[in-house]
T-cell receptor
Framework: IAGITQAPTSQILAAGRRMTLRCTQD?????MYWYRQDLGLGLRLIHY???????GKGEVPDGYSVSRANTDDFPLTLASAVPSQTSVYFC?????????????FGPGTRLTVL | GQNIDQPTEMTATEGAIVQINCTYQ??????LFWYQQHAGEAPTFLSY??LDGLEEKGRFSSFLSRSKGYSYLLLKELQMKDSASYLC??????????WGAGTKLIIKP
């Protein structure tokens, strides 16, 4: 079934640990995104990639890094987790980056940093 | 700064009509999106407006006024399954989506 998968579904992590959230899409979409969603706030863009081999910073990039080695995968890494990174993380993709491209979302990863 | 405002929560009755408003101030405008998000799930696309006016899609309609920085989502013949959060998002001049905090819609029998 075409779509976006994320792993893990949820994770509890000790502060200071390194963590990589995985995201894979099989729709051959060019653009991919990482968002975090916190209670009372809108989705906030962490990093994005308009096409394989390129990445860009979103609204809240500090403490996170991404890579886009191929079209399908877009992992998000927390180098040294802090409690403020406790959130629900959504990966999304879109066919293009123009205004008509709707974004398709993965099921999310619920991350708790203690 | 960029800002998207929508009510935090609304309550409506099954079978009725509800209108969820969204006002925005962004650096540039390349379209407005509405998404639905059920609790614990991912957002899913509902509608897209780039020109002024009403777009109708079944029980759901979305309206846009660019001059007023205003949109609404109209849901008709409400069903219990419509209980969800509704997210308004504007695509800015950099083609990035700026999201509102969402409106939690509670449907009562």
């Amino acid at each position: 079934i075409a779509g976006i998968t994320q792993a893990p579904t949820s994770q509890i992590l000790a502060a200071g640990r390194r963590m990589t959230l995985r995201c894979t899409q099989d729709m051959r979409h060019n653009a991919m995104y990482w968002y975090r969603q916190d209670l009372g706030l809108g989705l906030r863009l962490i990093h994005y990639s308009n096409t394989a081999g390129t990445t860009g910073k979103g609204e809240v990039p500090d403490g996170y890094s991404v890579s886009r080695a191929n079209t399908d995968d877009f992992p998000l890494t927390l180098a040294s987790a802090v409690p403020s990174q406790t959130s629900v993380y959504f990966c999304a993709s879109s066919e293009g980056t123009d205004s008509t491209s709707e974004q398709f979302f993965g099921p999310g990863t619920r991350l708790t940093v203690l | 700064g960029q800002n998207i405002d929508q009510p935090t929560e609304m309550t409506a009755t099954e079978g009725a009509i509800v209108q969820i408003n969204c006002t925005y101030q962004t650096s540039g405008f390349n379209g407005l999106f509405w998404y639905q998000q059920h609790a614990g799930e991912a957002p899913t696309f509902l509608s897209y407006n780039v020109l002024d006016g009403l777009e109708e899609k079944g029980r759901f309609s979305s309206f846009l006024s660019r001059s007023k920085g205003y949109s609404y989502l109209l849901l008709k013949e409400l069903q219990m399954k419509d209980s969800a959060s509704y997210l308004c998002a504007v695509m800015d001049s950099n083609y990035q989506l700026i999201w509102g905090a969402g409106t939690k819609l509670i449907i009562k029998p």
